[in-house]
């Protein structure tokens, strides 16, 4: 079966209102990611979390579904139904209409609670005149029982054995129907829900709905007073039981004296329900008096619709009960009385003890440490739902809350981390920024090198000398206009389509003698310079040079056949293109390293070997 109550997580905000009005902390909060859950076995049904809760996240076990699958079996149903509709239903003029909705909606029989609740309280009068000394808890309230099986298990035997009157009217009706019948209470406690469960036998209730739960029903089939005739409550009618649903009413359906110098029993209802099993704890034995609590009176009680004024609805119920008064027939409620004098009202509780054992001390001193408390203290703001600071830590260790509820934590966290926030934005702002300046810095610098390659790759096509750069597997890296000119046509038209013969194989370019002194010089890492090569009917001068170790190399290689003079004017024009472009090749160098100053290297090599040739010829 579900549980009575749950927290719907897409609807909860995480306010934790609802575990600040539990009043048994029955509602846990393990982190501040997962929303808060209720604890079935610590409930009470008490229904306040759900009455607090705004965004209406605590939904209520549906039996109303349950009941019209009920009303269509072949079986009679019978409905139990509790004196609180007149607070509860005041758009319906008269009771009678009432009952006859009921039946339009497919009861067979319609009984009143008020009649069980007359036998119970001639049971408590009775209770009380024989007690000798021993005082009583009423258990007519099913969150008062729950709260003392659950944490006040010290008590039971003080809760009064009697059933409550539901449950002695479910008694009346199966002696009247027999056992084949199903019984509804219709109730103003979401708390009804549980509690018939534990009732068996001929005090058997089939299901309760709740007053909410009817209204949706008679919406739901169209059912209006307007349209029906006057019908009564099957018999046996209930006299001053009527009055149940306001805290005393029990005791003046007794007849109880009510006294304050004789009555002997105190009535206490709402949240002071809890205090006052306290007091009865403690001090039972000055106080000599029996209790009839009520968490909330039936007439304002949870399956009851919201923001109904308490006032109003006790004025409409005392007119209701005198409505019924006034016709009844008191000889025939006196005889149904004798008639059920002799019906078994017993009940028995189970303790079902929920209390959590204290955390150890240095736990607990620690947690106020947390919570920036240096000591235990019996005080606290409340914000979190526990009394005390000292409260609020137990609950803690006994996992039940976190130190996020508190305020004062939270605030104090919030502040730490808005801190650490903002240090981490500066830090991250500085970052941006160097990683914008270095991103700017080197954008500078590839453009610099793309206009210093661009530069050298000019050079090396205006250079008269031939220039070839390969890798270690010979394809080609650069070449110059020199360099394709003396391969001859077919390379020129390579040359167009791939320019620069770029990742042409150097091998099936030249012949055997020329390429090896290129894998020679990869291989050793040895420059080769002024090597003579008879090429095609030429004398080719090569030199062969190192430009990144095993990797690549280059080559500048003279035609050694031109003309003297032609070889002069190469030497002029370069000696003037090196002495213009002197500066840029340092730069160049500085900018694209080792490749810029082979070049430069290659350029030179080329000059210096111009001038030996002619010196030597001029000796
Ligand atoms: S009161 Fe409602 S919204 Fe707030 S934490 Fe509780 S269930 Fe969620
Ligand atoms: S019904 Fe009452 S006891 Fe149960 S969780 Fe809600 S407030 Fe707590």
Redesign the pocket.
């Known amino acids: 079966m579900e549980p009575l109550l749950k927290?719907?997580n897409e609807?909860?905000?995480?306010?934790?209102?609802?575990?600040r009005?539990c009043p048994v902390k029955a509602?846990r909060?393990q982190t501040e990611k997962v929303?808060?859950e209720i604890i079935p076995d610590r409930c009470i049904g008490c229904g306040s979390?759900a009455a607090?809760?705004?965004?209406?996240?605590?939904e209520i076990r549906n039996t109303r579904d349950d009941l019209i699958p009920l009303l269509k079996q072949e079986k009679k149903v019978a409905a139990l139904v509790d004196p609180s509709i007149a607070g509860e239903f005041p758009d319906i003029t008269d009771y009678r209409k009432f009952v006859q909705m009921l039946r339009t909606l497919g009861f067979d029989r319609v009984h009143e609670v008020a009649f069980g609740v007359d036998l119970v309280a001639r049971a408590y009068k009775d209770l009380f005149k024989k007690s000798r000394g021993k005082y009583y808890i009423m258990s007519n309230d099913p969150v008062t029982v729950s709260f003392i099986e659950k944490y006040k298990t010290g008590l039971v035997p003080n809760l009064a054995p009697i059933l409550p009157p539901v449950a002695a009217a479910a008694k009346v009706i199966r002696s009247i129907t027999g056992n084949d019948v199903i019984l509804v209470y219709i109730s103003p406690l979401i708390a009804s829900k549980d509690e018939i469960l534990r009732f068996e036998g001929d005090s058997q209730i089939d299901l309760a709905i709740t007053f909410v739960e009817l209204r949706e029903l008679f919406t739901g089939a169209n059912i209006h007073e307007t349209d029906l005739e006057f019908s009564d409550f099957n018999a046996p009618l209930g006299y001053k039981g009527s009055f149940f649903p306001i805290a005393n009413g029990i005791i003046q359906a007794a007849g109880i004296n009510e006294e304050l110098h004789e009555t002997p029993v105190v009535t206490i209802e709402g949240e002071g329900m809890i205090d006052a099993i306290k007091e009865f704890e403690d001090n039972i034995g000055a106080i000599k008096s029996h209790f009839n609590l009520f968490y909330k009176e039936f007439l304002m009680g949870r399956g009851t619709s919201m923001g109904g004024k308490r006032i109003l609805r006790r004025s409409q119920l005392i007119k209701y009960v005198n409505k019924r008064l006034k016709i009844l027939d008191l000889d025939a409620w006196k005889k149904s009385m004798d008639d059920f004098s002799d019906l078994d009202l017993s009940r028995k509780f189970k303790a079902d003890d929920q209390s959590l054992p204290k955390p150890p001390e240095n736990k607990l001193n620690k947690i106020l440490k947390e919570l920036d408390q240096l000591e235990a203290t019996d005080v606290g703001c409340g914000a979190c739902g526990y009394a005390s600071c000292t409260d609020f830590a137990t609950a803690i260790a006994q996992g039940l809350a976190i130190p996020e509820m508190c305020n004062t934590f939270s605030s104090k966290n919030r502040q730490d981390h808005i801190q650490s926030l903002t240090i981490s934005n500066e830090k991250l702002g500085q970052a941006q920024e160097a990683l914008r300046k270095s991103e700017s810095m080197a954008q500078k610098e590839k453009e610099a090198a793309r206009e210093a390659s661009e530069i050298v790759r000019r050079m090396l096509h205006k250079l008269p000398s031939m220039v070839v750069i390969c890798d270690q597997q010979l394809k080609i890296i650069q070449t110059n206009d020199s360099f394709i000119e003396m391969l001859g046509e077919d390379a020129k038209e390579i040359n167009e389509v791939v320019p620069g013969l770029a990742g042409a194989d150097l091998k099936t370019l030249l012949p055997y003698s020329f390429y090896n002194l290129f894998t020679y010089v990869l291989a050793h890492n040895e420059s080769i310079t002024n090597r003579d090569i008879s090429h095609e009917g030429k004398i080719l001068n090569v030199s062969v040079f190192v430009i990144e170790k095993n990797k690549t190399v280059g080559a500048v290689i003279r035609d050694m056949s031109a003309p003297e003079v032609q070889k002069e004017e190469v030497v002029k024009r370069l000696t003037e293109v090196i002495d213009k472009n002197l500066s840029l090749v340092q730069q160049i160098g500085f900018i694209m390293g080792e490749g810029a100053s082979e070049t430069e290297r290659m350029l030179n090599s080329i000059i210096e070997s111009y001038k030996l040739k002619k010196e030597l010829k001029d000796k």
């Open positions: 927290i719907n609807t909860c905000n995480a306010c934790y209102a609802c575990v009005a509602i909060v929303k808060p979390c607090a809760c705004g965004p209406g996240a605590i």
